[in-house]
């Protein structure tokens, strides 16, 4: 049974309004990165609750699997992480230990913080503990050949390409591989495992062919993108002021 497309977009400015005004908008799921966003850690937290009393599904890209980091992005209220440069099973293996409670990993248990209603709604460690939603991102030749073992490890719960590095690895080393075959072996890899495949878009025009292809989850463009072609058109469409 084909999967639901869930759309998302990219938050990459860290402005608690533009977050608050995305979260509005209807869509499934947010990205908020911290590895190439103009935002910081400490200014998680208020884009965060900016996102208070909406269905989206709140995703942070950290820059990579760090307990603390971790720890933290869920503690506050995050559904799930992607992590970048996820290259083989053991990466993936890593990302897992890092955000889940044990048995399954090391991430620390209280009951005090936001994502617990600041022990207002505390866990139990009587009934099961809740598990994040983890995108681990495929975006080089070596995470292509072993999507596969990464997607069957348990605890990730998608393949995300990463256009951009991905394309950038393939040039590097002069691979004869086509990108647009990688692509349909990462989504491959994840429908063996029975798990989602996403991809980063920067074109409206582009989300039927890669639906085609098999990708469900689905961001298009940023929040930094759709104000730089705004600012672009806007000027593009009045005429130079004269001296």
């Excluded at 995305?22 to 190439?36: P, R, S, V």
């Excluded at 200014?43 to 269905?55: K, M, S, V, Y």
């Excluded at 897992?96 to 620390?108: D, E, F, I, L």
């Excluded at 639906?211 to 000027?235: H, N, P, V, Y």
Aim: with cysteine; charged share 20%.
């Amino acid at each position: 049974m084909t999967q639901p497309t869930q759309l998302g977009t990219w938050i990459s400015l860290g402005s608690t309004v533009v977050t608050e005004l995305a979260a509005e908008c209807g869509f499934d799921w947010l990205l908020f990165d911290l590895e190439h966003g103009c935002g910081t850690g400490a200014d998680l937290l208020p884009q965060l609750q900016a996102t208070r009393g909406t269905a989206v599904r709140k995703i942070v890209r950290v820059g990579a699997p760090h307990q603390d980091l971790v720890q933290h992005v869920l503690d506050w209220g995050a559904d799930g992480l992607m992590v970048p440069h996820v290259d083989t099973a053991a990466d993936a293996e890593r990302v897992v230990q890092a955000s889940h409670y044990p048995p399954r990993g090391r991430r620390g248990f209280a009951r005090n913080v936001r994502s617990c209603g600041y022990g207002l709604h505390p866990l139990s460690i009587d009934e099961p503990l809740p598990s994040p939603f983890i995108l681990a991102q495929i975006e080089s030749l070596e995470g292509v050949g072993n999507a596969g073992a990464i997607a069957a490890v348990d605890g990730i719960s998608a393949l995300f390409v990463g256009p951009a590095d991905l394309s950038l690895d393939l040039k590097a080393r002069r691979s004869d591989r086509a990108y647009d075959d990688c692509l349909r072996e990462v989504v491959s890899a994840a429908q063996a495992a029975g798990k989602p495949c996403g991809i980063l878009l920067r074109e409206t025009a582009d989300l039927p062919q890669y639906q085609a292809m098999g990708f469900t989850w689905i961001a298009i463009d940023s929040d930094l993108g759709l104000l730089r072609e705004g600012f672009k058109r806007l000027r593009a469409s009045v005429p130079a002021c004269a001296a």
